[in-house]
């Protein structure tokens, strides 16, 4: 059974920054794609950014220029690196990764950006 695992929430001020991590285990094949959601309290889900298993990135307007994602597929990992975080960033993080048409979810981590 597929299994995410998020990581590295927390507080962290305007301006810092935040790396958050997902290890994914029960998977036999590498994920198509890897993926960051992210959903704010009285918001919808949204998309934040996306990685192909080739490598393309892709991030929602919100975010780019300001979040860097990456993966390793030898240890099954996603990482967003956050820098640069504002107050609307404030939200709970969800892995996602799809493999042939399947799409996993982990638990989520919250990050709050506030002074």
């Known amino acids: 059974q597929v299994q995410l695992v998020e990581s590295g929430g927390g507080l962290v001020q305007p301006g810092g920054s935040l790396a958050l991590s997902c290890a994914a285990s029960g998977n036999n094949f590498a994920f198509n794609t890897m993926n960051w959601y992210r959903q704010a309290p009285g918001k919808e889900r949204e998309l934040v950014a996306r990685i192909t298993f080739g490598g393309v990135r892709n991030y929602s307007d919100s975010v780019k220029g300001r979040f860097t994602i990456s993966r390793d597929d030898s240890r099954d990992t996603v990482s967003p690196q956050m820098n640069s975080l504002k107050p609307e960033d404030t939200a709970v993080y969800y892995c996602?990764?799809?493999?042939?048409?399947?799409?996993?979810w982990g638990k989520g981590t919250l990050v709050t950006v506030s002074a």
């Open positions: 996602n990764a799809v493999l042939r048409g399947i799409e996993f």
